[in-house]
């Protein structure tokens, strides 16, 4: 009995002893519920990175807003000066970092339309319309380049649409008159085609005659030949009567 009790003492020792060392081992690796909290909190300070960088993208498009803001205003000032070739690379880098910027795309139409390029100027123009449907110079601007460019009707157009937003607006009523003057030119070139077809060639016999009498050698006294022939047939028949 008493030997009995001996080696449960000795295996409970043992069991004791093996479950202490593997507290402490476990201890010591960190692979406990309070390390996967570390490592939980590790992830987010990665992802707060991850937002910081987000926000470094943010500022970038705002240096993009306004390096496009810079150069618009170069584009303005150059514009100003009447440096319309660097006017107009400045205002085409103002829309290349800010494809909304209203302003250079106005500038553009302007600068276009100073070049003698009323095509490129219609094409900005309406673009500066869409970001800004509400503006009725916009609007003018377009009918100065669609004028330039020889298209009458559709200067007509929103010279009349521009009255009817703003009918303060100064100066559109004589665009108007003059875009109808060009268009009435159109009509009037179209309408006045000259004829140059050749008459047609005739060939009736009056006409053949006509042009040989014309034509044809006519004799100093008329008709001497006839009174010569008379007399050369009397005198041939006196010869014979002889």
């Not at 004791?16 to 010591?28: E, P, Q, R, T």
């Not at 150069?71 to 690379?89: C, F, V």
């Not at 553009?108 to 509400?134: F, M, Q, T």
């Not at 703003?166 to 309408?191: D, F, H, L, R, Y």
Request: one cysteine or more.
């Amino acid at each position: 009995m008493t030997f009995k009790i001996t080696i449960l003492s000795i295996l409970s020792i043992v069991i004791i002893v093996g479950c202490i060392g593997h507290a402490m081992a476990a201890d010591d690796c960190g692979c406990g519920d309070d390390g996967s909290q570390d490592n939980s909190g590790g992830d987010s300070i990665d992802s707060g990175s991850d937002g910081s960088s987000s926000d470094s993208s943010g500022s970038s498009g705002g240096d993009s807003s306004d390096d496009a803001l810079i150069w618009r205003m170069k584009g303005d000032d150059l514009y100003n000066q009447g440096l319309y070739n660097k006017s107009l690379e400045a205002y085409e880098k103002a829309v290349s970092y800010d494809p909304y910027a209203l302003k250079a795309w106005t500038g553009l139409g302007r600068v276009y339309l100073e070049l003698g390029d009323p095509a490129h100027a219609v094409v900005a123009d309406k673009v500066a319309i869409k970001l800004d449907l509400s503006d009725p110079d916009l609007y003018v601007l377009l009918g100065d380049a669609y004028t330039a460019n020889g298209n009458y009707e559709d200067a007509i157009s929103v010279y009349q649409k521009a009255q009817l937003m703003k009918p303060t607006i100064t100066g559109v009523s004589e665009k108007i008159v003059i875009a109808e003057s060009g268009q009435a030119g159109i009509n009037m070139t179209n309408n006045t085609t000259p004829d140059i077809t050749a008459p047609p060639v005739t060939t009736e016999p009056a006409m053949i005659e006509a042009i040989q009498s014309a034509t044809t050698p006519k004799a100093a006294f008329p008709g001497i030949t006839a009174g010569i022939s008379v007399l050369i047939i009397g005198l041939v028949y006196l010869f014979k009567r002889k």
